[in-house]
């Protein structure tokens, strides 16, 4: 994987000023677009498409400081039909307009060229576990919300508070298979996963595929496939989150498994009064790689 994502770093330097065969990429690495963004995403703090303006932005710097072309010009050859788009997206990054950098020579904001490397880590085992499902339904109580990658997510806490108590244990009950108890399910996550990208969030449980739904709830067909189900124990949410992240940091990395579209999925196993403490299982859809 690290190997293939400096593959992509190369392709974009490559084609700053043409579009990025993305998919003909990942299947020329053995992996799939999806999986390539997500773990991109995930490495390196940013969207593949913020990485890419950024470069863009960089350079096109460069062209606009030295005065040789007007910047209608400039624009069109960055990928930009105009030289409002261009100057949006240039001030979004150097804080400036064209114009005002062509007149003053600044204020320049680089973004450098990234280079992943394998760094020794991995001295806490991971328990996880490879799981075969068949088809099975999430139903529950489904919202869009704003994806947060860091501390409690006001907007799935006010999304649950605004559920009456009974019906929690109303969706327990109608819970029949794995994975168990009332699940927190995150769903049409954007590849890139950025920050305050919108996602569907479920508040329900699992039941089998035979199994009907109330018409009241919302519903979520999962196919088929395997799950990669990674047990967390401590400090909530933070020890969950950072078990995220290390999914892509060293499991993936280490695994011949890679992450396939699909809801992921948090189970809480038992937890302190106050839910400062908990353990856990986040479950994501996985495939060979």
Known sequence: MISALNRLVALVEERLTGELDLAGLAGAVGTTEYHLRRMFSSLSGMPLSEYVRRRRMTVAAADVVRGED???????????????????AFRAVHGASPGEVRRDGGPLRTQPQLRFRLTVEGNTPVDTRVVDRPAFRLVGHATRVPLQHRGVNPHIQRHIAALPAEEHQRLKDLGDTEPTGLLQ???????????????????????????PAPDDLDAIE???????????????????????????????????????PGPSIVTILDRAPDFSTATCELWLPVEPA
Do not use: C, K
Request: charged share 20%; proline share 6%; net charge negative.
């Open 222 to 260: 999962v196919p088929a496939g395997r799950w990669a189900v990674f047990r967390t124990t401590g400090a909530y949410p933070r020890v969950l989150q950072d078990a995220w992240a290390a999914t892509a940091t060293e499991w993936f990395p280490a695994n011949p498994w890679r992450l396939r």
């Open 70 to 88: 007007d910047l209608l010009a400039i624009a069109v050859r960055y990928g930009y039909g105009s030289t409002e788009a261009f100057g949006r």
């Open 185 to 211: 399910v995150s769903d049409d996550v954007d590849p890139d996963a950025a920050e305050g990208s919108e996602l569907t969030y479920l508040h329900g449980v699992a039941v089998s595929g035979d199994t």
